[in-house]
């Protein structure tokens, strides 16, 4: 029996690991300013709420949970919950006030549950947990806002504050080259975002260096590599990623024009929304198409002639 692990599972344990490290650096050293029982609180309710809807669910469908059978399952199981309840605390900020982390995380759970679509032949969720929890928070709380760019680099300067970043990109972009696979996806997010800059200065007269500069701070970087890249939301097909980062990228610079702040995560809930249309609206088609297709008639089954031997007895 082999022991290679699955490539998706390996890459969110080495996310979980990452966005740990990166919250105890951050609440030790970095100037994180959220109260110390925020991360504390994120990951307690990303697991209560994941191991009751998974236990619901399996309910439901007659099956069996999959945090069930051996440690090692429920560590895997709790995975994603871990990264998106770390996730939300680190990205949001509430002051002191813990239910809008505790809001947020509910909502990234929850949607991996409710919001479910057939895609490639297999059922999956299309909204990507964190972004969609962050976002819910930020249209239903107009009090809370996103941690300021100077918040993940505020205790360090010289060569440190480059350092961070550079090391995040790195140890990122080996984790979306070898085991998610989504290079493309940010190359076209990227391509995307210079694209949009560049109109954006030449259409809307927008300073080009402003619209640019946002691609060198940590918050841009842990997007890039560790929001928009999420494998179970994403496109496989490296055409469809590309276009799909470019996309986020577009609706990125549309909501700018807009004047709507947050738009980072605003531009990708709205593309994931969009995938999901597209994909209900594919779904329907082919329906559709089956429904029109000419049933064959009902032709009457012929009954065969006795044999003369059987009808020499009758």
């Given at each position: 029996m082999s022991g290679r692990v699955?490539?998706?599972?390996?890459?969110?344990?080495?996310?979980?690991?990452s966005i740990t490290a990166f919250n105890i650096l951050g609440f030790l050293?970095?100037?994180?300013?959220?109260?110390?029982?925020?991360?504390?609180?994120?990951?307690?309710?990303?697991?209560?709420?994941?191991?009751?809807?998974?236990?619901?669910?399996?309910?439901?469908?007659?099956?069996?949970?999959?945090?069930?059978?051996?440690?090692t399952n429920l560590v895997n199981f709790l995975l994603p919950a871990h990264i998106a309840g770390l996730a939300c605390a680190m990205l949001l900020y509430a002051n002191?006030?813990?239910?809008?982390?505790?809001?947020?995380?509910?909502?990234?759970?929850?949607?991996?549950?409710?919001?479910?679509?057939?895609?490639?032949?297999?059922?999956?969720?299309?909204?990507?947990?964190?972004?969609?929890?962050?976002?819910?928070?930020?249209?239903?709380?107009?009090?809370?806002?996103?941690?300021?760019?100077?918040?993940?680099?505020?205790?360090v300067s010289g060569v440190p504050d480059w350092l961070i970043p550079a090391v995040i990109l790195a140890s990122g972009t080996?984790?979306?080259?070898?085991?998610?696979?989504?290079?493309?996806?940010?190359?076209g997010w990227?391509?995307?975002?210079?694209?949009?800059?560049?109109v954006r200065a030449v259409v809307f007269h927008h300073a080009l260096d402003s619209a640019l500069l946002t691609m060198v701070g940590v918050?841009?970087?842990?997007?890039?590599?560790?929001?928009?890249?999420?494998?179970?939301?994403?496109?496989?097909?490296?055409?469809?990623?590309?276009?799909?980062?470019?996309?986020?990228?577009?609706?990125?610079?549309?909501?700018?024009?807009m004047h709507i702040t947050f738009g980072l995560f605003y531009a990708l809930t709205i593309v994931c929304a969009g995938r999901l249309v597209l994909a209900l609206a594919l779904q329907a088609w082919r329906a559709l198409a089956v429904a029109r297709q000419p049933r064959p008639l009902a032709l009457p089954v012929p009954v065969p002639e006795p044999r003369a031997e059987e009808a020499a007895v009758r």
């Open positions: 699955d490539p998706r599972i390996a890459a969110l344990r080495r996310f979980a690991i050293f970095l100037g994180f300013e959220q109260a110390y029982l925020t991360p504390i609180v994120g990951v307690a309710t990303a697991y209560a709420v994941s191991l009751f809807l998974e236990t619901v669910d399996a309910w439901a469908r007659h099956g069996v949970a999959r945090y069930r059978g051996s440690f002191d006030d813990l239910w809008p982390t505790i809001f947020a995380v509910t909502v990234a759970v929850s949607g991996k549950y409710i919001v479910r679509v057939k895609i490639a032949g297999a059922v999956r969720h299309v909204f990507n947990p964190s972004n969609l929890g962050i976002s819910v928070t930020l249209l239903c709380f107009s009090w809370v806002s996103i941690a300021p760019p100077y918040h993940f680099t505020e205790n080996m984790l979306n080259a070898k085991l998610t696979r989504r290079m493309p996806l940010i190359a990227l391509g995307g975002f210079v694209l949009q800059a560049l918050a841009f970087v842990l997007f890039t590599n560790y929001m928009i890249t999420d494998p179970g939301t994403t496109p496989f097909p490296p055409r469809a990623q590309a276009v799909f980062g470019a996309a986020t990228a577009l609706v990125y610079g549309g909501l700018v024009l």
